[in-house]
């Protein structure tokens, strides 16, 4: 697979298959994904990865808590702007049309949301934290991490879905694996296994906004 392909096959999954994923593969990603660029090469990633029973344990607690409060982070800010606030109704609407759950059916909206605990299923979940004076240049840094890693991950044959979800349980989550909440910031989970190819919520149409509204060009003939 090369890397436009990588690009083009990622998605978000929301519905995977019930496999494990060895471990020797999670460590080849994350040894190549070391290689991802910096500010200053600070590196600012941490991240502790869980499958089987502990995975199990983690989830348990979450499903039997409430998000926390106060908020670790808050990642809602663009919903003031009614173009972005735009684009998450887009994408809400094309993902919920996909599980046939209506419009004005909250509890579905909820319960799926909720699937958010157990990453929809996903066998192993990767979760990242890092120390709390990292700024916004090093938060920018992790993201190219997380890419790198969901990219490398295609080329496993393996899929993933990102999840700022975990930050709302992100001190029940850094006690359960032993961070101090203190010190270090819950960012977010990747849940990684294999998808399930024929879930319709795996196959809705995710729009992005045309090249030209985005970038600008200049100095060519
Ligand atoms: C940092 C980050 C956090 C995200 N958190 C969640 C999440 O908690 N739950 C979820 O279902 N999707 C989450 N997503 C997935 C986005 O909704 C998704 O990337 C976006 O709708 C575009 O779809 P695509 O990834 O399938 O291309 C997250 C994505 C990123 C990059």
């Known amino acids: 697979m090369d890397v436009a392909e990588a690009v083009a096959s990622r998605r978000s999954i ?3 298959r019930d496999k494990p994923v060895d471990l020797e593969t999670i460590r080849r990603v994350l040894d190549q994904a070391r290689m991802a660029p910096s500010g200053c090469n600070f590196q600012p990633w941490r991240a502790t990865v869980l499958t089987g029973a502990p995975l199990k344990a983690l989830q348990g607690k979450m499903l039997a808590a409430q998000p926390q409060d106060p908020i670790e982070y808050s990642f809602s800010e663009p919903n003031a702007s009614p ?39 996903a066998p192993v979940l990767l979760l990242c934290h890092f120390e709390r004076f990292m700024g916004p240049p090093q938060w920018s840094d992790v993201g190219m991490w997380l890419q790198t890693i969901m990219l490398l991950l295609r080329g496993e044959g393996l899929d993933s879905c990102p999840q700022e979800w975990m930050s709302l349980y992100a001190r029940l989550i850094k006690a359960e694996i032993g961070v101090p909440d203190d010190e270090q910031i819950l960012f977010c989970g990747i849940a990684i296994g294999y998808r399930d190819p024929a879930a319709p919520v795996n196959n809705f149409e995710r729009p992005r906004v045309p090249l030209d509204e985005h970038v600008r060009f200049d100095g060519w003939e």
């Open 14 to 16: 929301r519905a995977f």
């Open 83 to 121: 173009l972005h606030l735009a684009r998450l109704q887009d994408v809400g609407a094309r993902m919920y049309g996909a599980l046939d759950v209506k419009r004005d059916d909250k509890q579905g909206r909820h319960d799926f949301a909720r699937d958010n605990i157990v990453s929809f299923g």
